[in-house]
């Protein structure tokens, strides 16, 4: 599976973003996908999660109520609708994918849950 990232840039505090993921390969063992977000010299944060058999969402408490993940089966492409942005959202953000069902007993935003990842792009929350 491929993973290819794309959407990131250069946003104002309050503005929004829309990231987008477009999976090719095998994609239809796909348990769960997730957003994660990287902070230099952090490990990665879980940010979104939807699950593939019931689109049961689930959300970090940091971004919980401005984030929103969903998915285009169509197209196998997902996506992270990021509004209200801060300035600390300033970060490498990644998709990922879980083909094991690893989710369900690793936890949903452990980064061991997932089997692929896309590139990053990054997101620039400044005036």
């Known amino acids: 599976v491929q993973l290819q990232a794309s959407g990131g840039g250069l946003v104002q505090p309050g503005g929004s973003l829309r990231l987008s993921c477009a999976a090719s390969?095998?994609?239809?063992?796909?348990?769960?996908i997730g957003w994660f977000r990287h902070f230099p010299g952090k490990e990665r944060e879980g940010l979104a999660c939807?699950?593939?058999?019931?689109?049961?969402?689930y959300y970090s408490d940091s971004v919980k109520g401005r984030f929103t993940i969903s998915r285009d089966d169509v197209k196998d492409t997902f996506f992270l609708q990021m509004n209200s942005l801060k300035p600390e959202d300033t970060a490498v953000y990644y998709c990922?994918?879980?083909?094991?069902?690893?989710?369900?007993?690793?936890?949903?935003?452990?980064?061991?849950?997932?089997?692929?990842w896309g590139q990053g792009t990054l997101v620039t929350v400044s005036s």
């Open positions: 939807i699950s593939s058999s019931d689109g049961t969402t």
């Open positions: 990922a994918v879980d083909q094991t069902g690893s989710y369900s007993y690793t936890g949903v935003f452990s980064v061991a849950s997932y089997d692929y």
């Open positions: 390969g095998p994609t239809s063992d796909t348990y769960a």
